[in-house]
């Protein structure tokens, strides 16, 4: 079964801390996988989006790395600040996947405390 | 103004009635997708249109229609309301390519069904 998965689910640091957010997932064989910041009560919006062929993307003080042997990404966010309180999901669209679904991890509730 | 647009954002009605959630984007993206958000088990794929004559279901389509009037709109039904439909449903775009692509989500329609 192609699974996504977020460990932990909630997470909790001082503001200037470096974030580190995992990403695991059960196949290899994806098409791409996607990073989402989620405000409460707000839509996703996209954060980065790595290509299977890729094995990091930057955007920012936002580095998301992709390491599909052993099926794991990990977003980083330097230098952590209030704002950056949000929930974290990430998203993998498999080769094999019915539909083309793209299949969501549970996500990480992240507080940065000023 | 958003570039995915939902309305409406926040409904209540009652069991057995019809309600249509409605997408529309501004993207000239060609492909479109519901889905739902609940607590405890993420986002799931109800539905998704890679054009205006194509329409997929995705694992959860039972008790939902579409309509893709228009390559920018694109709306999701519910026949009969049940409350179990209560849920935060969200409509996504993407280009066509490989695999799911970049997805853009709209605010989100919050829907209570009592």
């Known amino acids: 079964k192609q699974e996504v998965t977020q460990i932990p689910a909630a997470l909790s640091v001082p503001e200037g801390e470096n974030l580190v957010l995992n990403c695991s997932f059960t196949d290899s064989a994806i098409y791409n996988l996607q990073w989402f910041r989620q405000d409460p009560g707000k839509g996703l919006t996209s954060l980065l989006l790595i290509q299977s062929s890729q094995r990091e993307q930057t955007s920012g003080r936002l580095n998301a790395s992709l390491d599909k042997s052993s099926g794991r990404s990990t977003l980083y966010i330097a230098a952590s600040q209030p704002g950056d309180s949000a929930t974290y999901l990430c998203?993998?669209?498999?080769?094999?996947?019915?539909?083309?679904?793209?299949?969501f991890g549970g996500g990480t509730r992240v507080l940065v405390k000023p | 103004d958003a570039d995915v647009t939902q309305t409406p954002r926040n409904r209540i009605t009652k069991t057995g009635k019809r309600i249509m959630l409605e997408c529309s984007q501004t993207?000239?993206?060609?492909?479109m997708y519901w889905y739902r958000q609940d607590p405890g088990l993420g986002l799931r794929l109800i539905y998704y249109s890679f054009d205006v004559k194509d329409i997929n279901k995705g694992e959860i389509s039972d008790g939902y229609s579409v309509s893709r009037q228009a390559q920018a709109k694109f709306s999701l039904s519910l026949e009969s309301a049940i409350p179990n439909q209560t849920a935060l449903y969200f409509c996504?775009?993407?280009?066509?390519?490989?695999?799911?692509?970049?997805?853009?989500f709209g605010e989100g329609s919050r829907l209570t069904v009592l």
């Open positions: 998203a993998v669209s498999w080769v094999k996947a019915a539909g083309n679904k793209l299949t």
């Open positions: 996504a775009t993407s280009m066509t390519g490989v695999g799911t692509g970049e997805l853009f």
């Open positions: 993207k000239g993206h060609d492909r």
